[in-house]
């Protein structure tokens, strides 16, 4: 019986050694995987983040270059208080709209910042022309 209890000793510890030894080659091999798959996951992940850089730099780019829309980050805040009146002709009755508040004033200031001489209008026909033209051409 101490035969067999030392040959089942035997055994075991034979068995021992090749879970010992086979597990080593597993871990071994797990952990070539692990490091190839995380190369490959951080070249994976290096290449979208590239990816997606770029077309945010892109975006910007073409946002910046349209003249219609304004770049990232930049606030504006404008007010404008703008009153104009304008005439273009006179009635003949010498009537306006009512509606117009100071009209009578804007129509003074209107025609005191006209130039108050008669303006000099030029005409040329076209032998008045021609003779000019060929005038200059001698000239030069």
Known sequence: MSKHVDDLQKKTEESKEQ?????????????MKVDSTKRAFLRQLESTTQKKSQEVLNEMTAISIDKTRQPFGYEQLRQLNL????IVGKNPDGQGCDNIPERDKNIIDIEDAKQHEARKKKFYSATDLNSKLKNRKENQ
């Open 19 to 31: 879970v010992s030894i086979s597990s080593q080659e597993i871990i071994k091999d797990l952990s």
């Open 83 to 86: 009153k104009m009146y304008s």
